[in-house]
């Protein structure tokens, strides 16, 4: 290894000793360079490569201290040797202090072992740098790591810090040295809020690694708190002798509260923050546990929001969302606090009712959410109305574990929605034969489509003063297997429960458009085919731009489709209705309303609706004419048509039977009937054949 000597001296005879006992050293090469001044050598040093520095203080441009301040100034990493005389005592141990690294005597600079003395200086500044490198990196190292990492010596006092532990600590490195551990780490159990002893005084006792235990809680020097985890390790010199300790912990508040929020959201709705279906089942069978210890009963609630699908679909998914919040507050407050409200998930929740003795105490529960539910919720600056259907399971009446409770509670829950919705109903062993009929008439009715068993039959719609066959409604029938031809009575609400009622819908409408395409293209011209339309369909997303696509594919004119919706369906929502009737009407579509007089209406709203057709329920029809103890009945009849005729739209009346409602209904200036006295309805081809040869005359003598 070559090593570069500068020696500074303006003796020549010291300089020439040195050179030569460098140039015969055996412990390394050297390479020597002389000057006389220091300026020389401060303009050789900054051209570096120099590995050592001999200098003589006594300079004939710099003497003394300065001399080797300069020198240190200019080459802080490179070792300066003094070159000194015996008077130079003094000057020689000040340049030490500031740090030199040793000195020659003159005179005295031949000795072999000088080559030796200066080759370990070298070796040993190398030393130093490739420490101070190591240390550097270890530092830098130890600053960017989130971990944060404290020494102590083997009193358990604070050596370092760093960057992170300043941070997580609120203790500064400065302001901790020398400070017991214990008091710039400051911990307490996170359950009992007592202090924990640090583990680096554990370390030292026991000379082995140690971890906090979980809950350990960091009192940072500003009084804020953080939860932390750890680990202790002893730190050990070259002999294996314990020198002291370090710590190196983290904070994991953030991450202690995700891991709470995910457990949460495990276990709960995220829409309503109720009890989801996971711990809804573990409480009802801790209830049932308590309930067998204590001979107690529980009950279990299911329940569905009647119509919720309409006011989704009418108000937007974000108006649904906040009216469950609002039904999941009610339904909160209806409860006891020993009581569990969840929510399954769409429109349903679920109530444990735990801690009574009696049945009927429910009941009294039930009675009060439906009360609650009476009222209107202000929603989006609007009123919305919606009521729910409950049904009620007993332990251990009707179950002996959640899964049989909750289901047996959503059987009752169907039979309270049959019997007219808005109520409760207990559960009877009887339902589950009911719930399963209902579920395979679903499967089948699911596969109907498919198998292509829906059919339509047509039933006329007459002209009363001429006799004249003017329009036709399309009526569903299902040609079952097993049943025969079967009417929609049996079929459609468990159609409409089930979803199932856009797209059987859409199969009734495309095939009365195209039946209706058929007629006009033999010359059998009617007014317009009517299609009754459900309030899902109506109120589906794609119901305009499906009609439209339906009407151009078949090559039907718009104005030979009727619509049939019920005035009930027109007033849940009036605005909404309004803005899809008059996109119908753009459209050039005839609206009929169905069953007029049945509901209980605002007339105003109706009349100012861009309606074509008023159909009077047949309820109205059959009081005509019954024996003179129901004239008030006949009344009523005269009233309701008398109104549609009021409102200047073409009226029809349904469910007209005889020969007596026809007489009756034109004296009232009913525009046209519909009825068995006309014709029942009728598979296409026999009715393709009463419009080409019309309704026989002798049929409408009196």
Request: glycine share 6%; aromatic share 6%; with cysteine.
């Amino acid at each position: 290894m070559t090593n570069r000597v500068l020696i500074i001296t303006g003796d020549a005879g010291d300089a020439k000793v040195l050179k030569a006992v460098l140039s015969a050293a055996e412990s390394g090469e050297y390479i020597v360079e002389w000057v006389r001044q220091l300026s020389e050598g401060l303009k050789r040093l900054l051209a570096g490569d120099i590995d050592l520095i001999v200098a003589d203080l006594a300079l004939s441009d710099s003497q003394g201290i300065a001399t080797f301040e300069r020198l240190y100034a200019s080459a802080p990493h490179a070792p300066i040797v003094i070159l000194t005389a015996p008077d130079q005592e003094s000057l020689t141990s000040t340049a030490i202090q500031q740090g030199a690294q040793g000195y020659l005597s003159k005179g005295n600079l031949a000795p072999p072992l000088v080559p030796q003395y200066l080759q370990n200086l070298i070796r040993r500044k190398s030393l130093e740098e490739t420490y101070y490198l190591e240390k550097t990196r270890a530092e830098i190292t130890l600053n960017s790591i989130n971990d944060a990492v404290i020494g102590t010596d083997m009193l358990g006092n604070v050596e370092y810090l760093n960057i992170a532990a300043e941070t997580l600590t609120g203790w500064s490195r400065e302001a901790a040295r020398g400070r017991p551990v214990g008091t710039v780490m400051r911990i307490l159990d996170g359950t009992t809020r007592e202090p924990k002893p640090n583990p680096i005084d554990l370390v030292l006792r026991h000379n082995k690694t140690m971890a906090l235990t979980t809950g350990t809680i960091l009192i940072c020097r500003d009084g804020h708190e953080a939860a932390i985890e750890d680990s202790v390790a002893p730190i050990h010199d070259w002999d294996g002798k314990m020198t002291g300790a370090v710590i190196v912990f983290h904070d994991i508040t953030v991450a202690q509260s995700l891991a709470l929020k995910m457990a949460h959201l495990a276990q709960h709705d995220f829409l309503t923050n109720l009890p989801n279906r996971i711990l809804l089942n573990d409480r009802i069978e801790q209830a049932i546990s308590r309930t067998k210890r204590q001979g107690t009963r529980l009950a279990v609630l299911f329940l569905d929001l009647d119509s919720f699908k309409h006011i989704n679909d009418s108000f937007g998914h974000s108006a649904g969302d906040m009216l469950l919040q609002s039904v999941a507050d009610r339904l909160c407050a209806c409860v006891r606090g020993s009581d569990t409200v969840s929510r399954q998930g769409g429109d349903e929740f679920v109530i444990l009712v735990t801690e009574d003795r009696y049945v009927e105490n429910a009941a009294l529960i039930a009675d009060k959410i439906l009360s609650a539910m009476a009222a209107p919720h202000f929603i989006a600056e609007q009123e919305l109305y919606v009521s729910t259907s409950i049904g009620i399971s007993v332990y251990p009446e009707d179950g002996q574990d959640a899964e049989t409770l909750i289901q047996n509670a959503d059987t009752a829950m169907y039979n309270a929605k049959e019997k007219g919705r808005n109520n409760y109903q207990y559960f009877k062993r009887e339902m589950n034969a009911r719930v399963v009929e209902r579920q395979t008439l679903e499967t089948q009715l699911r596969q109907a489509l498919h198998r292509q068993e829906f059919v339509l039959h047509y039933q006329s719609i007459v002209n009363l003063e001429t006799s004249v066959i003017t329009g036709v409604e399309a009526l569903l029938r299902w040609q079952h297997p097993q049943w025969g031809l079967t009417l929609p009575g049996r079929f459609l609400p468990v159609a409409e429960s089930s979803g199932m009622m856009v797209q059987l819908g859409r199969w009734v409408l495309r095939e009365a458009c195209l039946q209706a395409k058929r007629w006009y293209d033999v010359g059998l011209l009617l007014n317009a085919i009517s299609v009754n339309i459900s309030a899902s369909e109506f109120c589906a997303q794609g119901f305009l731009q499906d009609v439209r696509m339906i009407l151009s594919e078949i090559g039907l004119a718009p104005r030979c489709l009727q619509l049939e919706i019920t005035e009930n369906m027109l007033m849940r929502d009036v605005e909404n209705s309004s803005a899809r009737l008059d996109k119908l009407k753009e459209m050039g579509i005839q609206v009929a309303v169905d069953d007029f007089g049945a509901g209980f209406s605002n007339l105003s709203y109706l009349a100012r609706l861009p309606i074509d057709v008023l159909k009077i329920a047949p309820a109205f029809v059959h009081d005509i004419g019954l024996t003179t103890s129901n004239n008030g009945l006949s009344s009523l009849a005269s009233a309701v048509i008398a109104m549609a005729v009021g409102f200047e739209k073409l009226v029809v009346a349904e469910g007209v039977e005889d020969h007596l409602q026809w007489a009756f209904l034109k004296v009232k200036h009913c525009d046209e009937g519909q009825g068995y006295l006309f014709s029942r309805p009728m598979a296409a081809a026999p009715f393709t054949l009463l419009l080409s040869e019309g309704i026989p005359t002798p049929f409408f003598h009196v």
